[in-house]
């Protein structure tokens, strides 16, 4: 009957045999390469900053050469009437905080608004110009909307403790920087989150590449075990552990290179060549590369990438990088800077980047000044004007 299990002794139970089972007609093949299914790296701020700034060379370098290019864009201060060689807010950020200068404190905040699309700055002091000037981590801080959706306060959390910026001031103790993002009305997109797809198959080939190195540089192959009588066979569970032991051990690694398999009887090795698709992970690899560099407006060539020929030379790359991608986003934050700034002091001035310069764009400088300085028909006021200087005070500058 059914249920006659149950009624057998402790004793039965132990000498009886176990049921018979079919054997795989896979089983005496060890298969040593397998697919499997896809997976993407999380989309917030702290995993893409850790897979595609820390973790990729492509990333990594796109924001350095960003950051670093347009914190060390020279700015001029001016108003309506004058431009400015000493002024409050040149030399605030001259020195912003004990621990940065202008360069280290301009690059913090390009490298946040890289990897998370927002910049924060906070201001410490009281009435008149702050004292100094700090560059908040994106990741902590979090944005506190009211009744009508605008930010009433934020809140900054470190290690479980919060700290509460209240907006509600007079002068906003934090200025908020941030991308356009066309799907949210408080905090912006960063180019790290469009090039994340890109970053996780840049990184994908390289982990496989570094995964064909560890198994001697070869590819992939397979076991096929016979039984006596030349057949199909199975290996106990002792024997198929055996083996996969001593083929992790003296078999795969790069110092086991070239290293000569001793197959006992039974066993044959049947190796696998490189598939297409094995050959073109290479091609992949700089074409992901590529999506990187375009995400963040960095021409290719800039980077060593091969099989890029938009650009005739490298002069040409490097001033298309100025003018596409250094010098919106050094003119914009420079110019929310000067106005949160301004409203401390109450005089309103702005900062933008010194075109004259700037050695990426002698070439285009030169050729407007000789433009511009020998129309004759236009005034000496409207030709300071079409260079972006400010018009003569009093007979000076």
């Given at each position: 009957m059914v249920l006659d299990f149950l009624r057998r002794s402790d004793g039965e139970a132990q000498t009886a045999s176990p049921p018979e089972r079919k054997a795989s007609a896979t089983g005496p093949v060890i298969a040593w390469q397998g697919a499997g299914r896809v997976v993407w790296s999380p989309r917030d701020t702290a995993s893409l900053t850790k897979s595609g700034f820390v973790g990729n060379p492509i990333g990594f370098r796109c924001v350095?050469?960003?950051?670093?290019?347009?914190?060390?864009v020279p700015l001029v201060c001016q108003d309506?009437?004058?431009?400015?060689?000493?002024?409050?807010?040149?030399?605030?950020?001259a020195r912003p905080n004990g621990a940065q200068g202008r360069a280290d404190l301009l690059e913090a905040l390009f490298g946040q608004i890289l990897l998370s699309g927002n910049g924060y700055i906070e201001a410490?002091?009281?009435?008149?110009?702050?004292?100094?000037?700090?560059?908040?981590?994106?990741?902590?801080?979090?944005?506190?909307?009211?009744?009508?959706?605008?930010?009433?306060?934020?809140?900054?959390?470190?290690?479980?403790?919060?700290?509460?910026?209240?907006?509600?001031?007079?002068?906003?103790?934090?200025?908020?920087?941030?991308?356009?993002h066309p799907q949210d009305d408080h905090y912006g997109l960063s180019p790290m989150q469009a090039a994340a797809t890109a970053i996780d198959v840049h990184s994908s080939a390289s982990r496989w590449s570094k995964a064909l190195l560890d198994n001697a540089a070869r590819p992939s192959g397979a076991i096929v075990y016979r039984g006596a009588d030349g057949g199909p066979?199975?290996?106990?569970?002792?024997?198929?552990?055996r083996l996969l032991s001593e083929m992790e051990m003296h078999h795969q690694?790069?110092?086991?290179?070239?290293?000569?398999?001793?197959?006992?009887?039974?066993?044959?090795?049947?190796?696998?060549?490189?598939?297409?698709?094995?050959?073109?992970?290479q091609e992949t690899k700089r074409d992901a590369a590529r999506e990187i560099a375009t995400a963040f407006g960095v021409p290719p060539?800039?980077?060593?990438?091969?099989?890029?020929?938009?650009?005739?030379?490298?002069?040409?790359?490097?001033?298309?990088?100025?003018?596409?991608?250094?010098?919106?986003?050094?003119?914009?934050?420079?110019?929310?800077i000067a106005d949160w700034l301004s409203r401390f002091s109450?005089?309103?001035?702005?900062?933008?980047?010194?075109?004259?310069?700037?050695?990426?764009?002698?070439?285009?400088?030169?050729?407007?000044?000789?433009?511009?300085?020998?129309?004759?028909?236009?005034?000496?006021?409207?030709?300071?004007?079409?260079?972006?200087?400010?018009?003569?005070?009093?007979?000076?500058?």
């Open positions: 350095k050469l960003i950051a670093e290019a347009a914190a060390a309506t009437g004058r431009r400015y060689e000493t002024h409050p807010v040149l030399s605030l950020l410490v002091g009281s009435g008149g110009m702050p004292f100094e000037l700090h560059v908040l981590r994106s990741d902590r801080m979090n944005l506190v909307p009211g009744k009508d959706g605008w930010p009433v306060a934020y809140e900054y959390t470190v290690g479980g403790r919060k700290h509460r910026f209240d907006m509600a001031a007079e002068v906003a103790p934090i200025c908020h920087i941030r991308s356009f066979g199975t290996m106990t569970a002792d024997q198929y552990d690694g790069a110092r086991n290179a070239g290293r000569p398999m001793l197959l006992e009887g039974g066993l044959d090795w049947k190796p696998m060549g490189f598939s297409p698709s094995d050959m073109e992970f060539m800039l980077l060593g990438i091969p099989g890029d020929m938009t650009y005739a030379n490298y002069q040409e790359a490097n001033r298309a990088f100025y003018r596409l991608t250094v010098l919106p986003l050094a003119t914009r934050v420079a110019a929310t109450g005089e309103v001035v702005t900062l933008a980047p010194d075109l004259d310069q700037i050695p990426a764009l002698s070439v285009e400088r030169e050729a407007q000044w000789a433009r511009i300085g020998a129309a004759s028909f236009l005034t000496d006021a409207e030709k300071r004007a079409l260079l972006g200087l400010p018009p003569v005070v009093d007979g000076g500058v």
